[in-house]
């Protein structure tokens, strides 16, 4: 179905041409890799002006709705929506520490309460054979003691978004890769473990890897929040007021 356009209302014409535009992408008149009518075709369909209609098209580019290409045989071509937009926000509130660990940490309970029991719906034999590697690698860090703690948490991350992959839904896992990647420069600023707390947090790591191989959504969903709360109090021991 090719995409046409009726001439924007004048009363909000900026806005309306985005939304006409948009609204062709979403339901399917416009694909993705296809081009967008030419300039002058769309400023006649939509009875705008050269700089109205070039500034709607940085709005949609923006958005992530197209791609504008420079040079012959260039133009607007609608993309493949991703969610980068959103997860770029979420990366900038964590790293700017707009977020306080209660919000953080209440968000990360609900949503990888969720996740792990997604996953443990979802998980196959190879799934659970890799997140046992996973808690290998973690036990081999905290055998280290203090001086594998680094480690211990990068193989803590690993283990959670390898959790969020299981599970198959892709705005959880890129909502849980945003986190991950950003939450350090909160471990740096608040978090003091030694060797006890690692221990207890790889028995947290051990028992979460044990429900979703046994099925057990109701005890993997328990454990994932309980994890998260013994986190977010290490990091509140050292912060309270946060």
């Given at each position: 179905?090719?995409?046409?356009?009726?001439?924007?209302?004048?009363?909000r014409i900026f806005q309306d041409v985005i939304e006409q535009i948009e609204e062709a992408i979403v339901d399917g008149r416009l694909q993705v890799g296809e081009k967008l009518p030419p300039e002058r075709e769309l400023k006649e369909m939509l009875k705008t002006s050269r700089s109205t209609l070039r500034e709607a098209?940085?709005?949609?580019?923006?958005?992530?709705?197209?791609?504008?290409?420079?040079?012959?045989?260039?133009?607007?071509?609608?993309?493949?929506?991703?969610?980068?937009?959103?997860?770029?926000?979420?990366?900038?509130?964590?790293r700017l520490q707009q977020v306080s660990l209660t919000h953080l940490a209440e968000f990360?309970?609900?949503?990888?309460?969720?996740?792990?029991?997604?996953a443990t719906l979802r998980a196959g034999a190879?799934?659970?054979?890799?997140?046992?590697?996973?808690?290998?690698?973690?036990?081999?860090?905290?055998d280290r003691g203090i001086d594998g703690m680094r480690d211990f948490l990068a193989a803590d991350k690993a283990l959670h978004l390898l959790i969020a992959r299981i599970s198959g839904n892709p705005i959880y896992?890129?909502?849980?890769?945003?986190?991950?990647?950003?939450i350090?420069?909160?471990?740096?600023?608040?978090?003091?473990?030694?060797?006890?707390?690692?221990?207890?947090?790889?028995?947290?790591?051990?028992?979460?890897?044990?429900?979703?191989?046994?099925?057990?959504?109701?005890?993997?969903?328990?454990?994932a929040i309980q994890h998260v709360r013994r986190f977010n109090t290490y990091m509140h021991q050292q912060k309270p007021d946060v």
């Open positions: 179905m090719k995409a046409e356009f009726r001439a924007a209302r004048q009363n098209l940085r709005v949609l580019e923006h958005k992530g709705l197209i791609e504008i290409k420079l040079g012959k045989g260039g133009g607007a071509v609608v993309k493949a929506v991703s969610a980068d937009p959103v997860t770029e926000s979420l990366d900038l509130l964590i990360r309970e609900r949503v990888e309460g969720d996740v792990i029991v997604l190879a799934d659970i054979e890799k997140m046992k590697e996973r808690l290998d690698h973690a036990r081999a860090c905290v896992i890129s909502i849980l890769t945003s986190i991950h990647d950003n350090h420069r909160y471990f740096e600023k608040y978090l003091h473990m030694e060797e006890p707390e690692m221990r207890e947090n790889l028995r947290d790591l051990n028992h979460l890897v044990g429900a979703v191989s046994e099925k057990d959504t109701d005890r993997a969903r328990r454990l």
